[in-house]
Structures are given as structure tokens and as C-alpha cells.
């Protein structure tokens, strides 16, 4: 894809291209933190080889042309390209955080209105959304922006707009997304409705695995062999995809720490390090937050379904449901609340007492999908996960 070039060497394009799956920032961007995660990414033709990058937080600037208003546009976990004529924006990755990214131009458009091929993004005060205005170059999306100073970052006197998520751990290689969209649609790509008359179309099913004697090398192959099923991932024209790696290898470790290389192994492959930090420059000054959720809470290894529960009859401290929080093993936890409205309260217990899971499973209800529920949830790294509509048999509470 050929970049839309400036005149400006501070100047440059943030362009959508939804065959990128993980955004990507080119050398004019003011970096604010390294991740401490390689990616190996792999081009449009397999024949270019694979090349090793940074993964880093950066910082855009956006002058709105419309309103005259300076924005900071910050893109977590995006990997650094210095070589590249342009930004690229993955578009997944700023739906997941619950920015809107229509590109549809408006002219294509049925029913045109301010939001039709733009960016709408929450402001970062709560005050409400932001619209950002896409223009079009030829068939290519995208903004205008440029590379702010650090005294101007530093300042604080612009808004700043969260393109995607800095907690929640971006895996583009993951089956989530395309086992959540799966849930919604039958065989016809339709959306799944619960009418008389109409036949069910079963999308997936879930068993359980028998207990098994695997001590021994052949019993545990054999489980194995019928149990678990390995996809890969490849490369395909036009693409650009990333493989994410551990920040010290093996070998590296094995040197460091004087032990075998088969131990080094066994720690880089079960240690999960999160919310590392680091300054990309030395020269300044800056204060990390203390109440990051992924460090202050435990990490459970178990997918957990929640739902609220509603009573008829008022309990004697007030409370008129509870929000229950589960396993498929048999583990459950259950807060009393007044209201709907204090799931969210639920949920910081939980995660307090107990821990974070990887996945939270819940119905299509309101208090648990937006607001305080889910940014506590993308704050803690937990992904989101609905279950089918008129499909409660599926939540294990």
C-alpha cells in the first residue's frame, strides 16, 4: 500500500487497513513506553522473510479541522516500524476498547450522519464521545497527524483519546473473536433468533474430558491426540501479521542465570510477566500509576460466568439480587446488591478476593457489557464473552 505523503517531515497519515492485524507506527510518533514485548511480523510476501520489532505506546497529534482542537491520539501495544511512509490503524484492535471505526465514505453510505466514516472515540473526562472525521485519499482512509513535542505531551493541555487498549493483553492470533461472532450467526450468517417453527442450528458444543491416567507417555499422547486441536497461522497476501515473543529467550535466561537450558525453557514458557514499565527515555522524569489492576489482583487460570440474579422479596439488609460469579468445576461466589447497577461493585470484590480470569462469560445485559462493568474488566486484562441470545443453558452460573 502506498502511504499518502507530506510535506512536512513531522507530518504523516494514520491510515485504517484492516489487513493489519496489530496497529503499526512508523519513526514519527513521540514513543511514551515500551512493552517489553517482540513481535516477528511477516509481510505480504512470505518471501521478505520476518523481521523483529518493538512493540511500544505512541502518541499522535490531531488538529480537528472542523473545531480547531488539538487531540492526542495514544495507540497501545502497536508495533514499531520506523521504515514505514505511514501509521496503520487496526481497526479491531480500537473496536475491542470500544472506539467506533466506520469506513464506509460517506457518499457509499444509505443513511449518512456525523458518525459515518470516522472515528468516534469516549473522551477521556467522560464527558462524552468524540468524533473524529476521516478523509479519503484515492480508495485509503485515514487522519492527518503529526508527532507532538514531549514538553507538549508532558503539558497536559490537550484532550488525550485511547485508540486501543493498554491493559488488555492484544492477541491477534486468538480464536476469541471468531468464536463470539460464531455465537451470533447461524449456518446462513444470519442472526440466530428463536422463532416457532424455526430449526436451531447448533454452532459449537461443549463436553467434558473424562478423567484419564496420563502418567504414563503413551496414555497422556493418546489423550492428548483426541482432546486438543492446534491451529496455525499463516501468511497471506496483503497482510501484515504478528507473532508475539517472550521478552528474554531461553538461551538468554540459561546465560544469566548459570542454570540448563531445559530449565531456562520450562520458566520462559510458564512465566507471564504484566504491566511491565519502561522508560524509553532516560531524561526525564515520570510517574507510573500504583493502582494498576493486572498487578494488584491474583490471576485465575479459569474461564468464570457471571450473571445477576433477581429476587421477589427484599432481604434484610436491602438487597433485592445478587451477582453470582462461577466455574465449571463448581466454584461459585454470590454478592448481594440493591440494584442492577452495583454489578460492577460485584465484580471489584471478586477480582480483589479472588483474582482475574482470562475470560469473563455473560449474557447480552446492559450493566454487564458496557460501563463501569467492562472497563474494570479491560482494566484487569479480561476479555469479554457473550453467550448466544436466548441461550442461557451456556452460562455455567
Known amino acids: 500500500m502506498c502511504g499518502i505523503r507530506l510535506s512536512n517531515s513531522n507530518e504523516s497519515t494514520l491510515e485504517t487497513d484492516s489487513h493489519a492485524d496489530t496497529c503499526c507506527i512508523r519513526r514519527n510518533a513521540l514513543t511514551i513506553r515500551d512493552h517489553n514485548k517482540p513481535v516477528t511480523v511477516l509481510g505480504y510476501d ?81 464527558s462524552g464521545k468524540l468524533i473524529l472525521p476521516l478523509q479519503l485519499k484515492q480508495v485509503t482512509s485515514y487522519l492527518s497527524v503529526y508527532k507532538p513535542t514531549e514538553e507538549e505531551w508532558e503539558s497536559h493541555r490537550h484532550p488525550r483519546i485511547e485508540l486501543t ?30 422463532d416457532s417453527g424455526t430449526t436451531f442450528v447448533v454452532n459449537s458444543l461443549i463436553s467434558l474430558t473424562p478423567k484419564a491416567e496420563f502418567t504414563h507417555d503413551y496414555n497422556f499422547a493418546s489423550v492428548l491426540q483426541s482432546k486438543v486441536r492446534v491451529s496455525s497461522v499463516g501468511t497471506g497476501p496483503g497482510r501484515v501479521e504478528s507473532k508475539q515473543m517472550k521478552a528474554v529467550d531461553a538461551p538468554t535466561l540459561s546465560r544469566r542465570w548459570m542454570i540448563p537450558h531445559d530449565r531456562a525453557s520450562k520458566t520462559v514458557k510458564l512465566t507471564t510477566q504484566h504491566g511491565i514499565r519502561h522508560v524509553t527515555r532516560g531524561n526525564i522524569t515520570r510517574r507510573f500509576p500504583t493502582n494498576d489492576r493486572m498487578l494488584r489482583y491474583p490471576r485465575l487460570p479459569h474461564t468464570t460466568f457471571t450473571d445477576t440474579l433477581l429476587v421477589g422479596q427484599k432481604s434484610s439488609r436491602g438487597n433485592k439480587c445478587s451477582q453470582v460469579f462461577a466455574t465449571s468445576y463448581g466454584f461459585s461466589r454470590s454478592y448481594g446488591m440493591k440494584s442492577k447497577g452495583q454489578a460492577h461493585d460485584a465484580l471489584s470484590v471478586f477480582l ?32 469479554k464473552s457473550q453467550i448466544e441470545p436466548y441461550s442461557p443453558w451456556m452460562n455455567d452460573c
Open 352 to 383: 480483589k478476593n479472588e483474582g482475574a480470569p482470562p475470560v469473563m462469560v455473560m449474557d447480552g445485559s446492559k450493566e454487564q457489557l458496557l460501563g463501569e462493568f467492562s472497563r474494570k474488566l479491560k482494566e484487569a486484562d479480561c476479555h
Open 165 to 194: 487498549s493498554e491493559h488488555m493483553t492484544w492477541d491477534p492470533a486468538t480464536t476469541h473473536y471468531q468464536e463470539e461472532e460464531e455465537r451470533m450467526t447461524d449456518c446462513t450468517g444470519d442472526l440466530v433468533r428463536v
Open 46 to 126: 512470505p518471501a521478505l522473510g520476518a523481521k523483529e520489532y518493538k512493540t511500544v505506546s505512541a502518541v499522535l497529534g490531531y488538529h480537528d479541522p472542523l473545531t480547531g482542537l488539538i487531540y492526542h491520539l495514544i495507540v497501545h501495544q502497536a508495533i514499531h516500524i520506523p521504515h514505514l511512509d505511514h501509521h496503520l490503524l487496526c481497526p479491531m484492535q480500537c473496536r475491542v476498547n470500544g472506539v467506533e471505526v466506520d469506513e464506509c465514505p460517506k457518499h457509499l453510505s444509505k443513511a449518512s450522519t456525523v458518525k459515518t466514516h470516522a472515528i468516534v472515540a469516549p473522551a477521556d473526562d467522560g
